[in-house]
């Protein structure tokens, strides 16, 4: 409160308002006061004067002084008041306080000067005689129009001095008083007028400052407690509006913040009002640095820049595709810019949506491989076969010997192509039901066994040494028999292919945590730049033996794609000239870990 400046302001008006006025009035009224008592002692002195006249007159007509001396005595000292009689040459013959023959001639006195004039005279002076100031007034005595004399009543103006000093002393006490309760009571309505307001001013502050629970008291009927409700109205108001703005933003921010589209909007100079999290992912930027920054220092790619560009000069949707190199990952990403406009539809910016695709480009690309790689191998064994039977139907008188050789070499193309075809189904089946296979207890040593027993016979016609090495207890997974049985036979089928005469071939079977199928060889191996992909589809090292062998490039594929749909993994190790050794882990049936 002692603070308030405005509090000070109204104060000191105030305080000024009320010393100017009691000093004028005081001032006044004494001034008014002691001019009146002069006045009034004048008129006393004059009618004592006039009251002498006659008594005087006989004396000083007839020059007979015996007696005035002792009467002048005793009538001064009965009113109080020094009385003189002075004759017309100016010589004292009476006065009531002094000896009138030790006293000077008086006609040179002012007072004796005027009267002498004007009939009466008046003066205020030091008289030596009685050594004080005395207001004197003196009257002409006239005895049948004839200046006789002059009678002179005086009075000390100490005494007037006195009673104006009193009388001053009372109005200024009185006007101090005044001054004192007024400046009380201003000071309580000075703080009863600011106080309001000061509160007020903090209110504002605070809410100025955010909080905007405060409230004023506003209790009184008067102005300044309208301008409290109305203020609080004010304040209750700007609160509502503020939470249902600030619910309405943190909504919209959750949606965007929650949006896998990267959205992000700039202001009418290019500067950044909005980026969020996924655009800030997308075009690797942190969103809270961008705020307030030009969009070409965010991001440094002049297609995002430019596109709001152009969005806010067509005033249209833009769009436009945009390829980034992020920590060495290509990313391509769709643009999607379209002009902002405000309530009264004047442009204020732009917004650009940015969705990455870089995922669906590389679906877009696998898929058109494989399907190019589909057509490309199967393409092959039916243009063989179509080649075989035309010769055969042309060429009737074709010795039965060479006949036997193409129908043969028929019989292994149709072989070839419906091997293809399964492994091709098979892939298909597993891709539609990715995490939908059977899902049953599993006892992997009777997959192994089964597998290795299937072999045998072709290994033995190899001359491949085949051994199983399967643990005594069973090894349980949950999964699907027959997908699990396609595994082993692929990784077997493929250790045998690529292992020649004399090699061995171990499968074994462990439960270490998980369940874990061994397929090692002694085989030609795989060189270390082509491991990371046999599991790709069609991916073969060497194409032309694969195909001699019958391979299809899909089998390693098929190991992977059903190691995954049971939760596992699968590696391979090998060595050029050496041999190589499969790895599938799945995590065992949880009631048997
Ligand atoms: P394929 O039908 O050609 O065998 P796969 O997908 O089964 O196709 O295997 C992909 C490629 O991996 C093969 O072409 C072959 O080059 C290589 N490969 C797979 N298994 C072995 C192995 N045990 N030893 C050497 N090379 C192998």
Redesign the pocket.
């Known amino acids: 409160m002692l603070s308030s400046r405005f509090f000070w302001k109204l104060y000191a008006g105030y305080v000024l308002l009320v010393v100017i006025a009691v000093t004028v009035v005081g001032y006044l009224i004494s001034e008014r006061i002691a001019t009146d008592m002069i006045a009034d002692t004048e008129r006393a002195l004059h009618v004592r004067a006039r009251l002498l006249e006659p008594i005087a007159t006989p004396f000083l007509a007839n020059g007979d002084y015996a007696d005035l001396q002792e009467r002048v005595r005793v009538l001064g000292a009965d009113v109080a008041t020094r009385i003189t009689i002075i004759r017309e040459d100016g010589i004292v013959i009476a006065d009531s306080d002094e000896d009138p023959m030790i006293m000077d001639n008086h006609g040179a006195r002012p007072e004796i000067l005027a009267a002498r004039e004007d009939g009466t005279g008046m003066s205020t002076r030091f008289s030596r005689t009685v050594a004080a100031n005395l207001l004197y007034y003196a009257v002409a005595v006239r005895q049948a129009g004839r200046l006789v004399g002059f009678v002179r009543t005086s009075l000390p103006l100490t005494a007037i001095q006195g009673r104006i000093g009193r009388v001053r002393r009372l109005v200024a006490l009185v006007g101090f008083g005044a001054a004192a309760f007024a400046l009380v009571l201003g000071l309580v309505v000075a703080r009863r007028v600011t106080a309001p307001l000061a509160a007020m001013t903090t209110a504002a502050e605070s809410i100025a400052g955010g909080e905007y629970g405060h409230r004023v008291p506003a209790a009184s009927r008067d102005e300044i407690g309208l301008l409290g409700s109305a203020f609080n109205r004010m304040a209750g108001e700007l609160q509502e509006r503020l939470a249902t703005i600030t619910e309405d933003r943190t909504k919209l921010l959750t949606i965007l913040g929650g949006m896998t589209e990267g959205v992000l909007a700039v202001d009418g100079e290019q500067h950044v009002v909005h980026l969020n999290a996924a655009a800030g992912r997308i075009l690797n930027v942190s969103p809270t640095d961008s705020l307030g920054k030009a969009i070409w220092d965010v991001t440094r790619v002049r297609q995002v820049s430019d596109i709001l560009e152009r969005a806010v000069e067509a005033q249209t949707d833009v769009n436009d595709e945009l390829t980034l190199e992020v920590d060495g990952h290509r990313r391509v990403v769709q643009l999607h810019g379209a002009p902002l406009a405000d309530g009264q539809g004047g442009l204020v910016g732009a917004v650009l949506v940015l969705h990455e695709v870089t995922e669906l480009r590389r679906l877009e690309t696998v898929r058109q491989d494989f399907v190019a790689n589909v057509s490309h191998e199967l393409k092959t064994p039916i243009t063989a076969i179509r080649g075989l039977i035309d010769t055969i139907v042309e060429d009737p008188r074709m010795p039965a010997e060479t006949q036997d050789r193409f129908q043969k070499k028929i019989q292994s193309q149709s072989i070839r192509l419906a091997t293809l075809v399964t492994d091709l189904l098979t892939l298909a089946r597993l891709d539609a039901a990715e995490g939908l296979l059977e899902s049953e207890p599993v006892d992997l040593r009777d997959v192994v066994r089964a597998t290795v027993d299937h072999f045998r016979a072709d290994a033995e016609e190899r001359r491949v040494n085949l051994v199983a090495e399967v643990d005594g207890d069973p090894v349980r997974v949950l999964g699907d028999g027959e997908a699990l049985g396609l595994l082993c036979n ?1 990784l077997v ?3 045998l ?3 020649p005469e004399g090699g061995s071939i171990w499968v074994r079977l462990r439960a270490n945590g998980a369940a874990l199928i061994e ?1 090692q ?1 002694t ?4 060189a270390a730049e ?1 491991l990371d992909r ?2 790709e589809r069609f ?5 032309a ?2 195909r001699e ?1 019958g ?7 098929i ?1 992977k794609h059903i190691t995954k749909a049971h939760g596992g993994a699968v590696t391979a190790e ?1 060595t050029l000239g050496v ?2 050794t ?1 790895r599938v882990r799945i995590p065992l049936e949880p009631q048997t870990v």
Do not use: E
């Open positions: 692929n089928d493929n250790a292919k690529y292992t397929v060889d085989g030609i191996g795989i082509h046999i599991f991916y073969r090292v060497d194409k033996r694969s062998l391979g299809t490039g899909l089998g390693l594929s190991v090998s041999g190589s499969f």
